[in-house]
């Protein structure tokens, strides 16, 4: 609701702001910048995925024309700090990571040695001609094999490949399994999945010598921590944090790829600082396959009891998670097994609850947080025993979960973990998901075999819950002391009456000018068209966190509800002096300040600006300071919970093994909704990336470490040809927790699509019996159960 406003931005679809410059071209990106000066990096890697460097010889690289020098990594320990993740949990123990491997590579891409040159031709070829001696050691890939006390040690310096063990127990979990009617035990397992952003990462690093600045433009969700990593890291005498500004031009696409600090930008500072002269380095497909976080791969060993109703009683989990071989920087490696169990219980009443959870170094690329942070591994297991449920006792998947749902009634509701949910709309999404699919409909034509028109056919259900918008109190939880978890604002009212805003987060494409200058043209009441929103520079506002985990409009858009306050009471008591009027009478809307129930007697905006900033005849009112900007930070509770429901209904090919998603149907509920068009924006490219990760995507590594997958004809994404049709709607259960009611919603698409589509492929095969509980439902995955089923095998 706007405060004494009418002008009504949030809730309307308005095209976004930034997509002008963008559909022209005109949108600056990281290599777009071209410095005078400016020098090139590339970086020598490793194709072991794990071996001892013995020796590395530059003399080759260093002689090609055009070469200005080529640094190991132990050239770089005398430039840079290795990172180190800390995490307040006791059980963790990973080591720290050089920016550039020094005496062992631990996966395929890591860097041995990094190239300056005048060109980023040069630089690339010279980087080939880096010869480095490596002694192979075994190496350990598959997460459940690196358990066995006799498999390789990725880091020998450890005792095990745990680098991480947590367990929990709430409830009367053993007298729920004894008095069950029924035990249901299932392992799932998610492949490993990338995040492949439109645009790789890069940066830029420059240096002003005679001030000993450092000006860096990276492409990154998080240029704030960015800038506190360079200052932690960077070994460099006159360097301080207030010396360094970090700018993020138009970035491509995150999906939290980009919400980490990688070495790869500590050393292009680095150098920087070293040769003199801008650098800038710019990975391609390649590396980004290779380097940039993975996510997922990931087993779920679920127990649940049951009573002969459908009701469940208890759950016990087993998950391991993939870290891959080093701990991501800043987010480290317990956010997916952390994230999954205290996730899995989700939108049931599950009171009796038991997990152990592992996260589990290998010679692979480090794991990381991509969009759903282990979300979509949880949901595809619980959800799954949903339907297992069903089907041993005999009940419609969509009653039994019907039966589990939090009810109405309950909130706000307190999950087994203590995470509160304090409003949802758990049965009401599902209602209204099965209505949109046609549920009951498709359910009555549905023939016993599920064979029709020669493709077996099935629908699947996802309820879910998503973890949004966490704030300080909940990366505490997690054990993560050095990301921040609150968010600013600054806003500013010029002279002319116009407003600018620069907040903490930083967009990767979500269209946050549009969505914010709604939020504030909503609060301040005035038009979008004097609204200019600022984002990702450092040098521009206060201190934040940045924009990851579904958290952009909860943080900063909370800071920008509580500065709008404080603002607008200054606009009122101006425009009171100014109309003569009490302040409590002043409405301000459409740019205008308005005595209530007198609309002639007025002001603009600008006249309340003009005052603020002494650029009237009539001075301020008594004891009021000039200006008229307000600063504001936010930190969100523990977590904000958004739900929806999927629905997907699948033709499952038996001659090809495809599948084809026919129908597909979402009610999702992220609270107070500001632009609906945006919100379904982010839910159709998450359920893309859902649909994704479900039947195609997958990098695959070989038993010796080897990527197999590091080009886009190997890594299959979905195009607009697999999409289909996804209806949509909206339900709105506005927090009661957070400023301006907001729930997040970036991630709810991928986290709804994976266990439906599952879930769906299950129910196409269920006349062969066969046991669909490992994704991606691949077409050679999909035909091998189908002819195993044939076989008996």
Not at 386 to 411: H, K, S, T, W
Request: net charge negative.
């Amino acid at each position: 609701m706007a405060h004494g406003t009418t002008t009504g931005y949030v809730g309307r679809d308005v095209l976004r702001v930034e997509d002008d410059k963008l559909l022209k071209g005109l949108g600056i990106f990281v290599d777009d910048l071209h410095l005078s000066g400016l020098v090139h990096l590339a970086f020598a890697r490793s194709p072991h995925a794990h071996a001892r460097i013995r020796a590395i010889r530059t003399e080759r690289a260093r002689a090609l024309p055009g070469v200005l020098a080529v640094f190991t990594g132990r050239d770089l320990e005398a430039l840079c700090k290795p990172m180190r993740v800390e995490i307040a949990f006791p059980s963790y123990k990973a080591p720290a990571r050089p920016v550039v491997a020094v005496d062992a590579v631990k996966f395929v891409g890591d860097a041995v040695a990094v190239v300056v040159a005048e060109s980023r031709y040069i630089a690339e070829d010279a980087a080939d001609l880096v010869e480095v001696d490596y002694e192979p050691l075994p190496a350990i890939v598959d997460v459940e094999a690196a358990l066995d006390p006799t498999a390789p040690l990725a880091h020998p310096e450890l005792a095990d490949n745990v680098f991480f063990k947590s367990e929990f127990k709430a409830g009367d979990v053993d007298g729920a399994f004894a008095s069950a009617d029924l035990v249901l035990k299932e392992s799932f397992r998610t492949g490993r999945v990338a995040g492949v952003p439109l645009e790789p990462r890069g940066c830029v690093a420059a240096v002003e010598r005679g001030r000993g600045t450092l000006t860096f433009w990276t492409s990154t969700q998080i240029p704030h921590m960015v800038r506190t990593a360079l200052a932690d890291l960077l070994i460099e005498p006159e360097l301080s944090e207030p010396k360094i500004r970090v700018i993020t031009p138009e970035v491509g696409g995150g999906f939290g790829t980009k919400a980490h600090v990688y070495p790869e930008e500590i050393v292009t500072a680095a150098l920087a600082f070293k040769v003199g002269r801008p650098v800038k380095w710019v990975q391609d497909r390649r590396e980004e396959l290779l380097t940039d976080i993975h996510s997922r791969d990931h087993v779920y060993e679920l127990e649940v009891a049951v009573n002969r109703d459908g009701v469940l009683k208890g759950v016990r989990a087993r998950i391991l998670t993939n870290a891959g071989a080093y701990s991501s920087f800043p987010f480290g490696c317990t956010l997916e097994p952390t994230g999954g169990a205290r996730m899995l219980p989700g939108a049931y009443r599950i009171r009796d609850y038991a997990y152990e959870c592992y996260a589990i170094t290998t010679n692979t690329c480090p794991a990381g947080a991509y969009r759903g942070v282990a979300q979509p591994s949880a949901f595809m297991a619980i959800e799954g025993m949903m339907d297992r449920i069903g089907r041993a006792l005999g009940i419609d998947p969509a009653e039994v979960r019907f039966r589990n749902l939090i009810q109405p009634e309950e909130m706000p509701y307190v999950n087994v973990v203590g995470v509160r949910y304090d409003t949802g709309s758990y049965v009401q999404s599902l209602r209204r998901a099965l209505e949109l699919a046609g549920y009951d409909e498709f359910r009555k034509h549905q023939t016993p075999g599920r064979l029709q028109d020669g493709k077996y056919r099935g629908i699947g259900i996802c309820c879910f819950t998503e973890i949004t918008g966490t704030g300080a109190p909940g990366w505490r939880a997690r054990g993560l002391t050095r990301v921040p978890g609150f968010d600013s604002a600054l806003l500013k009212i010029e002279p002319t009456g116009k407003v600018t805003c620069v907040v903490s987060t930083a967009g990767a494409g979500q269209g946050h000018e549009t969505t914010f200058a709604q939020l504030i043209g909503e609060e301040l009441g005035i038009p979008l068209s004097d609204i200019t929103v600022i984002e990702g520079d450092t040098a521009g506002g206060p201190y934040g966190t940045g924009t990851f985990a579904s958290r952009s409009v909860v943080t900063g858009g909370g800071a920008i509800v509580r500065a709008s306050a404080k603002l607008r009471d200054k606009m009122k008591r101006i425009a009171a002096h100014l109309l003569e009027a009490a302040p409590q009478d002043i409405v301000l809307d459409a740019g205008y300040a308005t005595v209530r129930g007198m609309p002639s007697s007025r002001v603009t905006v600008r006249q309340i600006a003009e005052n603020a900033y002494s650029m009237s005849s009539k001075g301020l009112p008594d004891g009021e300071e000039y200006g008229l900007e307000a600063t504001d930070y936010y930190d969100p509770p523990l977590v904000t919970i958004a739900n929806g429901t999927h629905v997907a209904a699948v033709a499952v090919d038996p001659r090809t093994g495809r599948v084809e998603i026919e129908r597909y149907a979402i009610a999702h509920d992220c609270g107070r909704v500001i632009n609906p068009m945006l919100v379904e924006g982010q839910i159709q490219g998450g359920t893309a990336q859902g649909i994704g990760e479900a039947v195609m995507e997958l990098m695959v590594y070989g038993e010796d470490g080897q990527c197999q997958t590091a080009t886009l004809m190997d890594y299959l994404l979905p195009t607009t040809a697999d999409m289909p049709a996804l209806t949509i709607d909206h339900i709105e259960s506005p927090s009661i927790d957070t400023a301006g009611g907001f729930k997040g919603v970036g991630e709810g698409g991928v986290i709804g699509a994976v266990p439906a589509i599952t879930n769906a492929v299950a129910d196409a095969l269920a006349s062969f019996k066969v046991n669909v509980n490992r994704i991606p439902l691949t077409p050679d995955r999909v035909l091998a159960l189908i002819e195993g089923a044939a076989s008996g095998a």
